[in-house]
Nanobody
Framework: QVQLKESGGGFVQAGGSLSLACEASGSSDFLNVMGWYRQAPEKQREMVAFITTGGRANYTDGAKGRFTISRDNAQNTVYLQMNSLEPEDTAVYYC?????????WGQGTQVTVSS
């Protein structure tokens, strides 16, 4: 059973930056995908970015150019650096880990961007 521990998030003014981290434990799968989804109030959960073990990254259009996802395979940790934040980025951000047909979720961390 994979467990995900998220850290980071918080409150920032528009134009500011925040970083998120998510550490996976209990995993023995070298090949996996880790990343982030987010869910704003009254909206569906949406993908933000993900990255493979090999370092291939993918971003939603709104994150391109502003967010950077990275990972440390030795630490089983994925990071999300968020710059130029906008009020529309306000949401609960969920870390996920996918491998072998199984998907695991973190508990979520709040990101609030004020205008």
């Amino acid at each position: 059973q994979v467990q995900l521990k998220e850290s980071g998030g918080g409150f920032v003014q528009a134009g500011g930056s925040l970083s998120l981290a998510c550490e996976a434990s209990g995993s023995s799968d070298f090949l996996n995908v880790m990343g982030w989804y987010r869910q704003a109030p009254e909206k569906q959960r949406e993908m933000v970015a993900f990255i493979t073990t090999g370092g291939r990254a993918n971003y939603t259009d709104g994150a391109k150019g502003r967010f950077t996802i990275s990972r440390d395979n030795a630490q089983n940790t994925v990071y999300l650096q968020m710059n130029s934040l906008e009020p529309e980025d306000t949401a609960v951000y969920y870390c996920f880990y996918y491998s072998g047909g199984n998907n695991y979720w973190g508990q979520g961390t709040q990101v609030t961007v004020s205008s």
